[in-house]
């Protein structure tokens, strides 16, 4: 018989606008109020640092060793499930398994979301000059993102339905109780 995940990781990924950062709060209010031991990590900020590393340019190794370290601090005050929201994180469990160490359970979730609604999500954030490079990049991320994430990713559609149900959705895919 295998051995049991003494960790795990609930990876919320999506495009751009799709809701990420609200959701992995919102599923992490959800389980705050369900008594359920959790920590909540933004990848977008662990590698937000310019210029790139010349041996890192897409500031990979910079994101694993700020997560291990994270998870470090997190893991020796006893916590075990971690909730991970980044763009890409379901293309990236090895990373996130080096990050933690051993071999943590792994739950991808895909959120998704049409254009027409990343459009409007990314119009009412993105007041700068950034608007038409972001708008871009969802759009051809969402088209990677569908084709290459692995087959067991939960895909969960988030146009037009409240956070707190997408949530529920998604700690539904990860039987934390």
Same mark, same amino acid.
């Given at each position: 018989? *295998? $051995? *049991?995940?003494?960790?795990?990781?609930?990876? !919320?990924?999506?495009?751009?606008?799709?809701?990420?950062?609200?959701?992995?709060?919102?599923?992490?209010?959800?389980? +705050?109020?369900?008594?359920?031991?959790?920590?909540?990590? $933004?990848?977008?900020?662990?590698?937000?640092?310019?210029?790139?590393?010349?041996?890192?340019?897409?500031?990979?190794?910079?994101?694993?060793?700020?997560?291990?370290?994270?998870?470090?601090? /997190?893991?020796?005050?006893? /916590?075990?499930?971690?909730?991970?929201?980044?763009?890409?994180?379901?293309? $990236?469990?090895?990373?996130?398994?080096?990050?933690?160490?051993?071999?943590? &359970? @792994? @739950?991808?979730?895909?959120?998704?979301? +049409?254009?027409?609604?990343?459009?409007?999500?990314?119009?009412? &954030?993105? @007041?700068?000059? +950034?608007?038409?490079?972001?708008?871009?990049?969802?759009?051809?991320?969402?088209?990677?993102? $569908?084709?290459?994430? *692995? *087959?067991?990713?939960? &895909?969960?559609?988030?146009?037009?339905?409240?956070?707190?149900?997408?949530? &529920?959705?998604? !700690?539904?895919?990860?039987?934390?109780?």
């Amino acid at each position: 018989m *295998p $051995e *049991p995940f003494h960790t795990e990781a609930l990876l !919320i990924a999506g495009r751009s606008g799709v809701g990420k950062t609200t959701v992995g709060w919102e599923v992490s209010a959800q389980l +705050q109020s369900a008594g359920v031991s959790h920590c909540l990590v $933004e990848g977008d900020n662990l590698d937000q640092a310019f210029p790139a590393p010349p041996d890192d340019p897409a500031r990979t190794k910079m994101t694993e060793a700020n997560l291990a370290a994270l998870w470090g601090n /997190y893991s020796a005050l006893g /916590y075990r499930r971690l909730i991970y929201t980044n763009t890409v994180s379901i293309l $990236e469990p090895d990373l996130i398994a080096r990050a933690m160490g051993g071999t943590p &359970r @792994i @739950i991808p979730v895909l959120l998704t979301a +049409q254009d027409a609604t990343a459009r409007d999500r990314l119009s009412a &954030r993105e @007041i700068g000059g +950034q608007l038409d490079a972001h708008l871009r990049r969802s759009t051809t991320m969402a088209v990677h993102l $569908e084709s290459a994430a *692995p *087959p067991d990713a939960v &895909r969960i559609p988030t146009d037009g339905r409240p956070v707190d149900v997408i949530a &529920r959705d998604v !700690i539904a895919a990860t039987n934390w109780h």
